[in-house]
């Protein structure tokens, strides 16, 4: 935008006295005017945008605030306890079914550990080759503790594999092989231990990422004999590797039903509730008891409520005509933003049809209106009806034509990208537009006029400081004239 020089000149005219830089201001203030009200109406305009992108953005927290309640979730939300958490710790997520349950674990799932023989450094180089590696589960014979080794046992591949690693020059060492592994990414880990040997301490040792019995390693290998003696593992045959924790699942009961699992985090048993198997319980039952969590639905209500409160106070004070107070919103008396509030709470008034139970509208779970347009709770009335019967009001929310449902598809089209919302937004910026193209025609043409006042004041100065002179010089000619008509 561009700025004028009023008030550059601070000189009164040539000879004449006018003040050629005060009469110009004032002048091009008048002229200004139309400009002044025009950028007025531009602010205007940013204000509305920004009124409107406020107002979208309660709608989004009104949405969010939704979620959980148009999904019957946070109504189906329990807890469960443990009374031995050293034992089960339990975690209730949602559906589950209130009761207490006796649970014993005689078995915790574990991962296997396979010890190779020591080296005496990880750099130097062993042989190359091919290894394969399998995971399966292996039956059968006898296992010697002293030794780490299977005798008679057999071998079953778990589907999965086998899988083929490359051993070469690039990574024949006892540092490659384990970084080789590892890079393949094939549910086996590697690392190096140092067991403090003073000839071959550094000893390679290989685990099952994935706990199980079925997650036992067996390797073979084509190539070097040195790569071979060191990894080649088959439990039913040649053992070149000790094991040190067998591959097993997890045994347990749940009152007196007999379960395996492949590992000890465990969400398929009891509906809703996820156990967390840490210790054997020596054949002392533990005991988790599941009831239903009303905290969570209470919080989603709330939050709710809030958000709906803070939505109505934003649009209150946006379409405030500034009658009472004098201070105007940016929407003020805008019908069509009064109208989003009018949206919402006809659905909120608007009770679900098909609900089955006791509790039919909000205020019977004890969400209602007050005479200010807000939600009130009464938080005492809400826990009694979650505690009494929390899906039917679940369902008040979270049905086809549940309070949740309905709204989420009112916010959404306000607030979705080009939706109710974004269009009058457009529209505004728009007029902007427009309003900033007649701004710089303006700029333009009081830059000319201001240019042609200037040059005419000070075409005036010229003139009545000649006049002034010539009147001087008359005025001092008629003197003298005078004079000499006196003196003769």
């Known amino acids: 935008m561009a700025t004028f020089g009023f008030g550059t000149i601070t000189s009164q005219g040539v000879g004449s006295n006018i003040n050629i830089a005060g009469i110009v201001r004032e002048l091009m203030a008048i002229e200004r005017a139309p400009l002044d009200r025009l950028i007025e109406k531009k602010e205007s305009y940013d204000a509305k945008i920004s009124a409107l992108g406020t107002i979208k953005s309660s709608l989004s927290s009104l949405q969010t605030s939704l979620s959980g309640l148009a999904s019957g979730s946070s109504f189906l939300a329990s807890s469960a306890d443990s009374s031995d958490t050293t034992k089960v710790k339990a975690t209730g997520t949602s559906g589950a079914v209130a009761g207490n349950y006796a649970i014993e674990i005689s078995q915790l799932a574990q991962s296997q550990k396979l010890v190779a023989t020591g080296q005496a450094d990880t750099a130097t180089a062993i042989g190359t080759g091919t290894l394969t590696i399998d995971l399966g589960t292996i039956s059968g014979g006898t296992f010697d503790n002293g030794t780490g080794k299977y005798t008679g046992a057999s071998f079953a591949s778990n589907g999965n594999g086998p899988y083929d ?8 060492t006892l540092a490659g092989i384990r970084d080789a592994i590892n890079d393949a990414d094939i549910g086996v880990t590697a690392t190096i231990v140092n067991d ?10 290989l685990s099952s990422e994935n706990s199980g019995a079925d ?3 067996s390797m073979s290998v084509a190539g070097d004999a040195a790569l071979s003696d060191l990894l080649s593992h088959d439990p039913a045959g040649t053992q070149n590797l000790s094991e040190t924790v067998t591959a097993q699942d ?19 048993v ?8 840490t210790g054997t319980t020596g054949g002392s039952p533990v005991t988790v008891s ?15 409520v809030e958000a709906y409160n803070t939505l109505q106070a934003e649009i209150k004070d946006q379409i405030d005509s500034g009658y009472l107070d004098g201070e105007a919103g940016a929407l003020a008396s805008d019908a069509a933003t009064r109208q989003i509030l009018t949206f919402i709470r006809n659905e909120l008034n608007q ?11 909000l205020s019977s779970i004890g969400v209602s209106f007050e005479r200010d347009g807000t939600l009130s709770l009464d938080q005492s009335k809400l826990a009694a009806a979650i505690e009494d019967d929390s899906s039917n009001v679940a369902e008040l929310f979270s049905s086809a034509d549940g309070y949740a449902t309905r709204l989420d598809d009112v916010i959404d089209e306000l607030v979705q990208f080009n939706g109710t919302i974004d269009t009058r937004t457009n529209a505004f910026r728009d007029r902007i537009s427009a309003l900033e193209d007649r701004e710089i025609r303006w700029e333009g043409q009081l830059e000319r006029t201001e240019g042609r006042l200037r040059a005419q004041f000070t075409n005036l100065d010229v003139l009545m400081s000649n006049m002034n002179t010539t009147s001087s010089f008359l005025t001092q000619q008629l003197a003298t004239l005078n004079s000499q008509l006196n003196n003769g």
């Open 165 to 172: 690693i490359t051993i070469d020059p690039s990574n024949n």
């Open 196 to 205: 403090g040997d003073a000839t071959n301490p550094y000893r390679l040792v």
């Open 215 to 217: 997650q036992s390693i």
């Open 250 to 268: 997890a045994n347990f009961t749940v009152d007196g039903i007999d379960i395996t699992k492949s590992s000890n985090s465990v969400t398929d």
């Open 270 to 277: 009891i509906d809703g509730v996820t156990l967390d198997l």
């Open 290 to 304: 599941v009831a239903n969590d009303t905290d969570v639905a209470k919080s989603a209500v709330e939050s709710f």
């Open 351 to 361: 009770a679900p049809t098909g609900v089955t139970g006791n509790y039919q509208n």
